[in-house]
T-cell receptor, first 114, second 113 residues
Framework: DTGVSQDPRHKITKRGQNVTFRCDPI?????LYWYRQTLGQGPEFLTY????????KSRLLSDRFSAERPKGSFSTLEIQRTEQGDSAMYLC????????????FGPGTRLTVT | DAKTTQPTSMDCAEGRAANLPCNHS???????VYWYRQIHSQGPQYIIH???NNETNEMASLIITEDRKSSTLILPHATLRDTAVYYC??????????????FGAGTQVVVTP
């Protein structure tokens, strides 16, 4: 399968712990996006990368959140000192070029903070 | 702020056409209309996009009104696998917001046998 992959698919953690998610985009897709989705809502944009450069961060992304994309390949999203409000589905998407109309989404990582 | 307005839910009979409306009355001249759908427990999936003209692909047709203030996604022959939440999104080409998809709550479509 050559689609966008995310790992892990599910994560349960205790409040205050740090968690890290990984996203592997489609090969040669130079744009990578992170979204967060809570129950009953549509996905909300968090941040995106053009190759290894992080071009924008949403105000939803507090200081506890950090994302990286070393070498413009896979990306990681880390949440420090997790809170119950961080419980959500974290979605990754990739697209080719800056003018692509279509984003390809991964299956998401479901985070539950207890 | 939401740029699009969609009905919360709609039902459709299997084999019939499903017509999903979307209002985007404040759309700008350089903003495209996109449709994505999200089947339960999966990531969103691109369906179709358009600027001014009507568009058709293997999944659906997109009808955009002449004033571009509303559009309709048409699934010509709905199947049970089309049950999903459908999102109508507007996004401007050539701007910093390009690619930052702003999803609303979408329309929950249930296709029944």
């Amino acid at each position: 399968d050559t689609g966008v992959s995310q790992d892990p698919r599910h994560k349960i953690t205790k409040r205050g712990q740090n968690v890290t998610f990984r996203c592997d985009p489609i090969s040669e897709h130079n744009r990578l996006y992170w979204y967060r989705q809570t129950l009953g809502q549509g996905p909300e944009f968090l941040t995106y990368f053009q190759n290894e450069a992080q071009l924008e961060k949403s105000r939803l992304l507090s200081d506890r959140f950090s994302a990286e994309r070393p070498k413009g390949s896979f990306s990681t999203l880390e949440i420090q000192r997790t809170e119950q409000g961080d419980s959500a589905m974290y979605l990754c998407a990739s697209s080719i070029g800056t003018s692509s109309y279509e984003q390809y989404f991964g299956p998401g990582t479901r985070l539950t903070v207890t | 702020d939401a740029k699009t307005t969609q009905p919360t839910s709609m039902d459709c009979a299997e084999g019939r056409a499903a017509n999903l409306p979307c209002n985007h009355s404040t759309i700008s001249g350089n903003e495209y209309v996109y449709w994505y759908r999200q089947i339960h427990s999966q990531g969103p999936q691109y369906i179709i996009h358009g600027l001014k003209n009507n568009e058709t692909n293997e999944m659906a047709s997109l009808i955009i009104t002449e004033d571009r203030k509303s559009s309709t996604l048409i699934l010509p022959h709905a199947t049970l696998r089309d049950t999903a939440v459908y999102y109508c999104i507007v996004s401007a080409a050539g701007t910093d917001s390009w690619g930052k998809l702003q999803f609303g709550a979408g329309t929950q479509v249930v296709v029944t046998p």
